[in-house]
Nanobody
Framework: QVQLVESGGGLVQAGGSLSLSCAAS????????MGWFRQAPGKEREFVAA????????SVADSVKGRFTISRDYAKNTVYLQMNSLKSEDTAVYYC???????????????WGQGTQVTVSS
């Protein structure tokens, strides 16, 4: 069973950067595609980015393309989300998840972290 814990969220001014981490325990995540999602108040959870089990393929939502980068460190059993040029509309709780494929569908992901709050002030 995989347990995921996100960290790195916080308050940042628009135009700033944050780096989120998702540390896994319980078992290795090296064979799973991993994803990041976010949920703003009053909105549905939405796909942000995903990375293949090999790390050789990534996918990001159009809303964050060119600003957010997903990566993974197999030795640390950790996945990262580097967020640059942050905007107020990026404010949300960010979740990492382990998936069966890189699909952006929430139903594809079987293990979730508790989330970390990111607040971007304008």
């Amino acid at each position: 069973q995989v347990q995921l814990v996100e960290s790195g969220g916080g308050l940042v001014q628009a135009g700033g950067s944050l780096s989120l981490s998702c540390a896994a325990s319980g078992r290795t995540i090296s064979s799973y595609p991993m994803g990041w999602f976010r949920q703003a108040p009053g909105k549905e959870r939405e796909f942000v980015a995903a990375i293949s089990w090999s790390g050789g393929s990534t996918s990001v939502a159009d809303s964050v393309k060119g600003r957010f980068t997903i990566s993974r460190d197999y030795a640390k059993n950790t996945v990262y989300l580097q967020m640059n040029s942050l905007k107020s509309e990026d404010t949300a709780v960010y979740y990492c998840a382990a998936g069966r494929t890189m699909s952006p569908s929430i139903d594809n992901y079987f293990a979730w972290g508790q989330g970390t709050q990111v607040t971007v002030s304008s």
